[in-house]
């Protein structure tokens, strides 16, 4: 897991991974804006007062503006990481032929690239099992709110299990026939989620945050071929 780790974090410095870094985040952030235009629009004219006590304060463009923002802002705090998980889903066959060409020749002129449709199907996926994850465990969330730390361990497992699946599944379907790619999902289980919860980690730390899914990707890449080799 060190070894991978390193390895990665070394592979950041690839100038072809930090132009997909750098398109990966542009594209995270058209769909927060997106979403931000889409808050004031829908916060335009709304009665908050309305549905609390019964009275009138409908919200006019300034302060639906204030809505908009307050409420884009929360948006990215919860869902970033389902939305770069996804987007970078997008960016799957690049990375990865970026890490095996500098480490993996042979396994590189062997792939079969993911292309559009199929990652486009594994991150829109992705994006869906995080979510569902995380509204399942929200309950609990609360509940270890009193632990101090619970819910921030819970966070982290769960997330991890999800991200660990997404990114081996992106990687594995680039190589082998369903029964090796079965085969190693069920070995690689442990690793891939120690690789999910330090991408999950990473989350959680500003900036940083902005290369998790690209060094996730790099990792799970290294974990499949040194399994593979090993």
Do not use: Q
Request: aromatic share 8%; net charge positive; with cysteine.
């Amino acid at each position: 897991m060190i070894a991978t780790l390193l390895l990665s974090f070394d592979d950041l410095g690839d100038r072809r991974l930090l132009s997909i870094l750098a398109r990966s985040l542009l594209v995270t952030l058209a769909v927060f804006a997106v979403l931000g235009v889409a808050s004031a629009f829908l916060l335009d004219g709304f009665d908050p007062c309305a549905l609390l006590s019964g009275g009138a304060c409908p919200l006019g463009g300034s302060t639906s503006g204030l809505g908009a923002v307050l409420l884009t802002a929360l948006l990215i705090w919860l869902l970033f990481p389902a939305v770069a998980i996804g987007v970078i889903s997008a960016y799957m066959d690049r990375i990865v032929a970026v890490v095996e060409a500098k480490h993996y020749p042979d396994a590189l002129a062997g792939a079969r690239p993911l292309g559009w449709g199929r990652g486009a199907w594994l991150g829109l996926r992705s994006s869906l099992r995080v979510l569902i994850y995380n509204l399942i465990a929200l309950p609990f969330y609360l509940l270890l709110l009193v632990t101090g730390v619970g819910t921030l361990l819970l966070f982290v497992a769960v997330n991890g299990l999800a991200f660990g699946r997404d990114l081996g599944e992106m990687v594995a379907s680039r190589h082998g026939d369903g029964v090796s790619r079965k085969a190693w999902l069920a070995v690689s289980r442990m690793e891939r989620a120690g690789v999910g919860a330090i991408v999950t980690g990473l989350f959680m730390v500003p900036i940083v945050n902005l290369v998790a899914p690209v060094l996730g990707a790099a990792m799970v890449t290294h974990l499949y071929h040194r399994r593979v080799r090993g």
